[in-house]
């Protein structure tokens, strides 16, 4: 009996120890910064609160840790949309006016690979900037880096919480450089082909509601056309 | 004399025989620790088999119901039950909005744009995924788009012409497909239709969506 508790016990030690050196597995890092940060093209900047409440409408099926918004909003808690979510939310430009209206909807990766440093969410941006027109975003996004280096220290916290300044490329694929593929579908963008990226700026954190003090940014390349006000060069 | 010889005789074969105890213990310490070692290859062995093998995300899937167009391509029926399926409606000209505690922006900027979320059903009346549509009537911009995610299949990015054709149907281009979609063209047609059944708890109307699509050539081998 005592040999059986023994490699029980060893079994547990063996599959933390694989867990902790998976989670951080210097090799497993990700790419942080988005390259149309660097790019010499013109891109159009949107910003979004990342905290639940302050969008429009955020709505999953009531058990994740990010509470539906508003508090009477539709769930999703049929079978095949249980692991999804969507929100809606108003899209802000550089000098944090509103500049457009974005709905992104979110469902967990069947992809997803923990062995090789991928915690996927399959979205898609609807995006509509008034006068201009609209875009589609497609694009996985990988949330190991956000996992590793905001939550499990937040879980780890005895306040519960993760405090800091954390700023993470989300957006990785489908395009080659870690990018979003983006698509135009009225207005002036109507019939575009471009690419984009999401990233992340972190502040606050807790266990019991998730991002408290956060924003969401959209880079998006532009083709050749005008430059308005969302734009920055 | 004899008797405390004895004694230390007695004494002599405890000490040997306790030794024995420790020297035995000593080794099945050593096999326990063994075992223990033995245990953690076998967790390390255990949590990768099962991090490789078992999926972490398995999104439930209804199957499909497609049907074959008589002139190529495939059909696939979509529908939103009104207003049970609604989500969301936001719009710059609606006094009310949903749902209740919504603070839709008061900016002039979308005073033309109404937007919905539904959730959308198949054929046989099963949610199998999320909707958007956004209607826009602008000087520069007149379109409606919608945004069909069905989660363990892909999306659908869809703009049509607000103006309906004859039998009240609005049609639009299949602008982009994601994952499954991704690469089939076609397009999307939507149409009200009303419920006149009259039955208790049943929708006000349903939105019909009527998918049609067109698979990429592939060259003949």
């Known amino acids: 009996m005592k040999y059986f508790i023994a490699l029980l016990l060893g079994a547990a030690v063996g599959a933390a120890v694989f867990i902790v050196a998976v989670a951080y597995n210097p090799l497993l890092e990700t790419q942080q910064v988005s390259p149309l940060t660097v790019t010499d093209a013109r891109t159009a900047v949107f910003s979004y609160s990342a905290v639940p409440s302050d969008n429009l409408v955020l709505t999953n099926d009531g058990l994740q840790r990010r509470d539906p918004w508003p508090e009477d909003v539709l769930q999703l808690w049929e079978r095949p949309i249980r692991q999804s979510e969507v929100m809606a939310t108003v899209l802000h430009d550089a000098r944090n006016q509103p500049a457009g209206l974005g709905i992104k909807f979110s469902s967990s990766s069947e992809r997803t690979r923990v062995l090789n440093g991928e915690l996927l969410v399959d979205s898609a941006w609807y995006i509509y900037v008034p006068g201009r027109g609209s875009l589609f975003v497609e694009q996985y996004e990988n949330y190991w880096d956000y996992t590793r280096d905001i939550v499990i220290p937040a879980y780890r916290s005895s306040a519960n919480a993760w405090k800091g300044n954390w700023l993470g490329n989300l957006t990785a694929g489908p395009g080659s450089l870690r990018t979003a593929r983006v698509t135009g579908g009225s207005g002036e963008f109507a019939g575009h082909e471009m690419i984009g990226s999401e990233s992340l700026i972190m502040k606050v954190w807790s266990v019991d509601d998730g991002a408290a003090l956060a924003e969401g940014r959209l880079i998006i390349e532009l083709p050749e056309i005008d430059v308005t006000d969302a734009d920055q060069t | ?221």
């Open chain 2, 1 to 221: 004399m004899a008797e405390p010889r004895c004694d230390h005789a007695g004494n002599l074969t405890k000490l040997a025989d306790n030794g024995l105890i420790w020297l035995e213990l000593l080794r099945g310490g050593k096999i326990l620790f063994k075992t223990f070692l033995i245990g953690i290859v076998l967790g390390v062995v255990a949590a990768a088999s099962t991090l490789y093998a078992v999926p972490l995300v398995d999104q439930y899937r209804e199957s499909s119901i497609i049907a074959v167009a008589i002139n190529g391509g495939t059909t696939e029926e979509f529908h939103v039950n009104i207003p049970m399926d609604r989500i969301m409606i936001g719009a710059g000209d609606q006094a009310a909005t949903l749902p209740e505690g919504m603070a839709w922006p008061d900016s002039e900027l979308f005073a033309n744009v109404r937007t919905e979320l539904f959730k959308v059903r198949n054929a046989r009346d099963t949610v199998i995924g999320i909707a958007s549509r956004t209607a826009v009537r602008e000087a520069e911009v007149d379109v409606i788009d919608w945004v069909i995610h069905l989660p363990a299949r892909g999306s659908l990015f869809v703009s049509m012409a607000p103006q309906p054709q004859q039998g009240g149907y609005r049609v639009g281009a299949i602008e982009k497909g994601t994952r499954e979609f991704e690469k089939l063209s076609g397009e999307i047609s939507e149409r009200w239709v009303a419920d006149t059944t009259g039955e208790e708890g049943a929708p006000a109307g349903r939105l019909e969506l009527n998918a049609s699509y067109i698979g990429e050539l592939e060259p003949l081998e």
